[in-house]
């Protein structure tokens, strides 16, 4: 019988040897811990204790300067780095001027993937901000509403990954005579369909596929922000519609709308951000496969599969400036709500 050529403590020793090296990275992890919150201890300490003509900007500089250098060095930094890698060679050593940007405008394959992206920034988030609405208007006339509205708003709570792998067995479609597993190919074939089609390889369909991954996420989200919206009401405006005879979708239309239009707006429009940057649902439904690329997952290819660090850099600075207005007219929106209350 063959014997274990190694020592009969070896096992043991490894365990030490693992265990030795966790303490040791805990215990580095809490000591830099430890160390930052005692360095923020003093700092605040020695700002309680300035006075003079110097202690509120001393106080603003220390209260600020964290979150500007973190701001600095998380977003400003990489932004400009970016924009300047985005007019560089593949290897980023040569400058090659607007030729990214050159090439990104007259691709056809870039053409197909900014169709399909400005197709899910239609279609997802005025499905989402449409069906939140109606549930808004359903559940808060159900008892027992704060159950229900936790169930839909739940999926908010799972990330786009899992909501992906989820939907990815939703639609899981075997041959015929094979048994499904797929929940829509069962209900085909409940239905009297015997051989369902491979819906993710199916375009253009699988597009709204994949797009209901993303309502079913963000539904819970409009519903939640629009239905607080609708209680905001006034009752005294809802019942003076009332004695003016508007009830049912008149009253839905002129008076629930227009006092909800900047909620409504807002909510339409962060949803349009979160689907302009959608990448996690279509890398692991299809990997941008099958008709169904986007611009976040094109930028993603071209920087780590290809290895076109130029062309990736040029894509992430198109898609910032399709975001950046979205992001300004929200802030200015919400300002002018702020303004006018």
Do not use: C
């Not at 605040?44 to 003079?52: E, I």
């Not at 600095?72 to 990214?100: C, E, I, K, Q």
């Not at 691709?107 to 197909?112: E, L, P, T, W, Y």
């Not at 208007?137 to 989820?166: E, H």
């Amino acid at each position: 019988m063959p014997t274990d050529p190694r020592p009969a403590g070896s096992a043991l020793q490894l365990a030490d040897s693992l265990w030795q090296d966790a303490a040791i990275k805990f215990g580095n992890t809490a000591g830099a811990v430890l160390g930052f919150l005692g360095l923020l201890l003093i700092v605040f300490f020695a700002a309680g204790r300035a006075t003079g003509r110097f202690s509120r900007p001393l106080a603003i500089v220390l209260m600020l300067g964290p979150a500007v250098l973190l701001l600095l060095t998380g977003l400003v930094v990489p932004l400009l780095r970016t924009v300047w890698l985005s007019f560089l060679d593949p290897d980023g050593a040569a400058f090659v001027g607007g030729r990214n940007y050159g090439w990104a405008a007259t691709s056809s394959q870039i053409h197909s993937v900014l169709l399909t992206t400005l197709l899910w920034l239609v279609v997802a988030p005025l499905a989402a901000t449409g069906l939140g609405l109606l549930l808004a208007l359903l559940v808060d006339r159900m008892r027992g509403q704060a159950v229900y509205k936790s169930l839909i708003f739940m999926p908010m709570a799972v990330s786009l990954v899992a909501a992906s792998l989820i939907f990815k067995l939703v639609y899981e479609s075997r041959g015929p005579g094979q048994n499904q597993v797929g929940l829509l190919s069962q209900l085909a074939v409940t239905l009297g369909w015997d051989d369902p089609p491979n819906w993710i390889l199916s375009q253009p369909l699988n597009n709204f596929l994949l797009m209901a991954a993303m309502v079913w996420v963000q539904t819970g989200f409009a519903m939640v922000v629009l239905s607080a919206a609708i209680k905001a009401i006034p009752d005294e405006i809802t019942e003076a519609a009332r004695l003016d005879g508007a009830s049912g979708l008149r009253l839905f239309r002129h008076v629930t709308v227009p006092m909800i239009r900047t909620t409504l707006v807002v909510v339409l429009t962060t949803i349009m951000i979160i689907t302009l940057k959608a990448f996690d649902i279509v890398r692991t439904m299809t990997g941008g496969n099958f008709g169904t690329q986007v611009l976040a997952n094109e930028m993603y290819s071209q920087s780590f599969e290809q290895y076109n660090t130029g062309r990736g850099s040029a894509l992430a600075v198109i898609l910032f400036l399709a975001v950046a207005p979205l992001v300004v007219y929200n802030i200015a929106l919400l300002r002018k709500e702020r303004a006018t209350r």
